[in-house]
């Protein structure tokens, strides 16, 4: 994840996954609709994604976002996950340490989240046009 040609904070290995802010939910040929909850307690939420093969695209509707999402979550907007070869603390601490021109979300540390494939433990923070990088 690099904001800059210069800076580098870590080696991203692969996309886990994707979200879009779409106006309808709709399946799209050869992939599968599926939902899961995230969040808890009253919190808790019902979310959509569409996955095929080991890939996922997990998708917002119009005027339901859920928190995080990209700073102006409208249709065509996207949000970013990555998975990366380093330890996420030291990715996290990294971001905080040397990078003053971007805030962390989420109180600055690392959280639990969903992934593609199975429970991650994400960093959030937002590109300079405010899509959201995890």
Sequence with gaps: MSFS?????AKVRSLNHLVLTRALLRVRPGMRHTTFSSGAGDTKTERHAL???TQKINLHVKGRE?????????PGAADLCFLV???VEMV?????????DVEVLEGGGVVERTGARSRLRSVYVRDPDGNLVE
């Design 51 to 53: 996955v095929f093969g």
């Design 66 to 74: 859920f928190e995080l999402k990209a700073a102006k979550a409208q």
């Design 85 to 87: 070869d380093e330890d």
């Design 5 to 9: 040609s210069n800076s580098s904070i």
């Design 92 to 100: 996290a601490a990294r971001l905080c340490n040397q990078r003053a």
